[in-house]
């Protein structure tokens, strides 16, 4: 029983800290995998400087390279939280084990001084000789051998929690000299972040003599990304104009056979109610003549029923045409609706496009990091991860287009109902159009740039509309 119960405290006393264990082993490997990004980095870095003899290139990635780096800073601070958290729960375990522990051994030490008062046997053997019945007798021998049992099971437990004691302590001195490690390893990269920014800001003075150029650098990508969002665009008009012609044209169709099966019955119903006037007609020239021809009076002519003149009168339906369709907003079809409806309700939930990395240029427009005066515009985020990446569908959908801009540039775009998401600077591309995909499926291999930077564009829209990619994907 003592066994059963001192493994159910220490499985309580060990639960609380073990969902941190796992998010520290976690933490341990995104740190590993910030620290190799920070390695490839720099490599590129060290290659750059070697090739380019201005500073427009590097200070990009070394704006990176600081990020990383802050990150880094974070996801060690993170650590660092967690290890005094169990710190905290060990240091309350041990005070816990501690004070029962001292209690425990008060007691024990109670008893001690009780059986040694009591040692000899022959006090023992008056005990139960003293007994006024045999009942009594043998309730004092019971008694006698459930001390004894006391005694012992005392002793196990003093033993056991002094176990248990020890190895919290041992736990309790590895936790600190991990986070006092964690500590020193935080302070180094601080250090280190701070010369990363002094070796910044020397490339900003360089950048700053080369103004005309990264002016002209600029204007010349600006142009280059008007271009491709102008294609894509085009070609998201195009899918909704397609998609509202083949909306019409099925509305179209059930609207034409539901006027071509009222035309039927009516022609059925007029070829009937004429039979029936002509039947009123012929009776009413018989009555008449019969009339004539004994001199009697002319009877009043038998009327044709109402229901007979409408159905002679009824007109066919007529289809009318339709208007040209939208190609800036798309009607929806029942499964496009279900389509469209499951991709907003994952909003702020969609996993990254990338397996690996950060954001390096937000949404809308953006300054310049050097030349805050100077407004770059970006109708996206713009991702850097490590070469060789590839970018993965966010949510399951169909393939609509694949643009190829250039052989080594191309662009692939998924349909989500009236939602698209676009996924530009694709050497190689995984998909075609019509392809169903499903979430981080992997769509190509994102091409790395002449800077040595491996960049993904991603955009969402719903119809023409571009919506700020940061609100639909989940934390990192």
């Known amino acids: 029983m003592l066994k059963y119960f001192l493994s159910f405290v220490f499985l309580i006393s060990t639960s609380a800290i073990f969902s941190q264990v796992n998010q ?29 003899k201005t ?50 051994k008060e007691d024990y030490a109670k008893m001690i001084v009780q059986s040694y008062k009591s040692r000899s046997e022959e006090s023992r053997a008056m005990f139960l000789l003293s007994s006024e019945s045999f009942l009594q007798a043998y309730k004092r021998a019971q008694y006698m051998k459930q001390y004894t049992n006391y005694r012992r099971i005392q002793g196990e437990e003093i033993f056991s929690k002094t176990n248990v004691l020890y190895t919290f302590n041992a736990k309790l001195d590895v936790q600190k000299s991990a986070k006092e490690q964690l500590i020193t390893e935080n302070e180094k990269e601080k250090l280190s972040l701070e010369k990363e920014k002094q070796e910044q800001q020397k490339l900003v003075e360089t950048l700053k003599k080369d103004k005309n150029k990264i002016l002209a650098e600029i204007k010349k990508r600006q142009k280059e990304a008007k271009t491709i969002d102008n294609k894509i665009d085009k070609l998201i008009r195009e899918a909704i104009a397609e998609a509202n012609r083949k909306a019409a044209r099925e509305k179209a169709a059930k609207e034409k056979a539901k006027a071509d099966a009222i ?20 009776a009413n020239a018989a009555a008449a003549a019969k009339a004539k021809a004994n001199s009697k009076p002319i009877p009043k002519p038998i009327p044709i029923p109402k229901d007979v003149a409408i159905a002679i009168a009824k007109v066919d339906p007529v289809v009318v045409a339709k208007a040209a369709v939208s190609s800036t907003k798309m009607e929806l079809t029942s499964d496009g609706k279900i389509d469209s409806d499951s991709f907003k309700a994952n909003k702020g939930k969609l996993p990254w496009p990338v397996e690996s990395g950060f954001v390096s240029m937000g949404y ?36 609509n287009s694949v643009i190829v801009i250039s052989p080594v540039n191309k662009v692939v775009m998924l349909q989500h109902g009236d939602f698209f998401t676009i996924y530009q600077n694709l050497i190689s591309v995984n998909v075609s159009k019509g392809d169903k995909v499903t979430a981080r499926q992997s769509l190509g291999r994102i091409k790395t740039n002449g800077d040595g930077r491996t960049i993904l564009k991603f955009a969402i829209t719903q119809n023409t509309t571009y919506t700020n990619p940061r609100t639909w994907l989940s934390p990192k």
């Open 263 to 282: 035309a039927k019955a009516n022609a059925i119903a007029k070829a009937k109610a004429i039979e029936k006037a002509k039947a009123i007609a012929a």
């Open 55 to 104: 500073a427009t290139k590097a200070i990009v990635l070394q704006s990176n390279k600081i990020k990383l780096k802050e990150e880094l800073i974070a996801t060690t601070e993170k650590q660092t939280k967690l290890l005094g958290n169990s710190i905290v729960v060990n240091q309350s375990q041990i005070d816990k084990l501690e004070q029962e522990l001292k209690s425990l």
């Open 364 to 399: 809308g427009d953006q300054a310049h990091p050097v030349y805050k005066s100077l407004v770059i515009h970006n109708s996206g985020l713009e991702f850097s991860t490590s070469s060789g990446a590839n970018a993965r569908a966010v949510f399951l959908g169909i393939v």
């Open 24 to 52: 520290q082993k976690k933490l341990e490997e995104r740190k590993a995998k910030i620290q190799q990004e920070i390695r490839e980095n720099e490599t590129k870095l060290q290659s750059v400087k070697k090739k380019e």
